[in-house]
């Protein structure tokens, strides 16, 4: 089974500056797809950032990026010029992209990100 | 505006009662998914439709049910036989089973 580990339970950046968040992941399989996912204090969960493992390329979405190291099973994400919005808790998920594979997502337990005026 | 709702944002529950969650999507997506949330976690599966009149059973399916009549709905209902149902709730979807899933604002469970 597929595992998800997010080792930092909370995590604090200044305002403007640059947060990297950890993501490892375990799995046999070749082929998935892994998400960024932020939840706000109103608990909505927001999609931040999607990654296809096939692709060597990290993704971007404005100031969020990956780094991917599919060999390490590493999916780290960065927050680049940290906003007071940005804070909020930070999920890391995987998904199997096998036809016929598990339909789920499966989480990690989540960083908590503080964003500091 | 296209998007997933989800209703009542609190709900009571007495013991021994059922009670039903909504879960309705307009973006005309296939797949739908039930997720629990409990504090400190992450999501875990309850139950997924890939199609209407067809679901499968997830990771944590145990007292609840659901039903798919109807392409834009995925209610879930939470029996009396779910022994621990405090939890938040949330409902997703996606375009078909290979894609990223959208959620919904989620439903706050509670016991009396």
């Known amino acids: 089974a597929q595992t998800v580990t997010q080792s930092q339970p909370e995590m604090s950046v200044q305002e403007a500056e640059t947060v990297t968040l950890s993501c490892t992941y375990d799995?046999?399989?070749?082929?998935?797809?892994l998400f960024w996912y932020k939840q706000p204090p109103s608990r909505q969960m927001i999609l931040v950032i999607r990654q296809e493992a096939y692709k060597q390329q990290n993704a971007t979405e404005n100031r969020f990026s990956v780094n991917f190291q599919k060999a390490a099973k590493s999916f780290s994400l960065k927050i680049s010029d940290s906003q007071l919005g940005d804070a909020a808790m930070y999920f890391c998920?995987?998904?199997?992209?096998?036809?016929?594979?598990?339909?789920?997502?499966?989480f990690g337990k989540g960083t908590k990100l503080t964003v500091n005026p | 505006d296209g998007g997933i709702t989800q209703s009542p944002k609190y709900l009571f529950r007495k013991e021994g009662q059922n009670v039903t969650l909504s879960c309705e999507q307009n973006l005309n997506h296939d797949a739908m998914y039930w997720y629990r949330q409990d504090p400190g976690q992450g999501l875990r599966l309850i139950y997924y439709s890939q199609i209407v009149n067809d679901f499968q059973k997830g990771d944590i399916a145990e007292g609840y049910s659901v039903s798919r009549e109807k392409k834009e709905s995925f209610p879930l209902t939470v029996t009396s036989a779910q022994k621990n149902p405090t939890a938040f709730y949330l409902c997703a979807s996606s375009v078909d089973h290979g894609e990223t899933q959208y959620f919904g604002p989620g439903t706050r469970l509670l016991v009396l």
């Open positions: 799995t046999s399989e070749s082929d998935y797809y």
């Open positions: 998920a995987y998904r199997s992209a096998f036809p016929g594979g598990s339909e789920k997502l499966v």
